[in-house]
């Protein structure tokens, strides 16, 4: 299993971006996407994940701004980040539960992409 994140780059507050996670190599469309997050210093934080049925979860921090959606046909998971903060600056990184649980926690998943770069800047 290969997931590749892209979309990452540099906004000023209150702009926006668009992460992608492209997976390949799972035969099914039964897994969780999470997105999960790090700033230097700082653990890694889940923030967003969408199940094989489409059920989501948000942390709090970014729930009314963050949207995260699918589609299986393409086998990508989209993050869409609107009102960016500079607390929102961090490594970005994709993950698959092959279980397909609704969770933010990192231990859950089983596969990660190597992640992008967001910088939000003031």
């Known amino acids: 299993v290969q997931l590749v994140e892209s979309g990452g780059g540099l906004v000023q507050t209150g702009g926006s971006l668009n992460l992608s996670c492209v997976a390949s190599?799972?035969?099914?469309?039964?897994?969780?996407i999470g997105w999960f997050r790090q700033a230097p210093g700082k653990e890694r934080e889940g923030v967003s994940c969408?199940?094989?049925?489409?059920?989501?979860e948000y942390s709090d921090s970014v729930k009314g701004r963050f949207t995260i959606s699918r589609d299986n046909a393409e086998n990508t998971v989209y993050l869409q980040m609107n009102n960016l903060k500079p607390e929102d600056t961090a490594i970005y990184y994709c993950?698959?539960?092959?279980?397909?649980?609704?969770?933010?926690?990192?231990?859950?998943?089983?596969?990660w992409g190597q992640g992008t770069q967001v910088t939000v800047s003031t």
């Open positions: 993950a698959l539960d092959q279980l397909s649980d609704l969770s933010l926690r990192a231990k859950e998943y089983d596969y």
């Open positions: 190599g799972f035969i099914t469309d039964d897994y969780t």
């Open positions: 969408i199940s094989s049925w489409h059920a989501t």
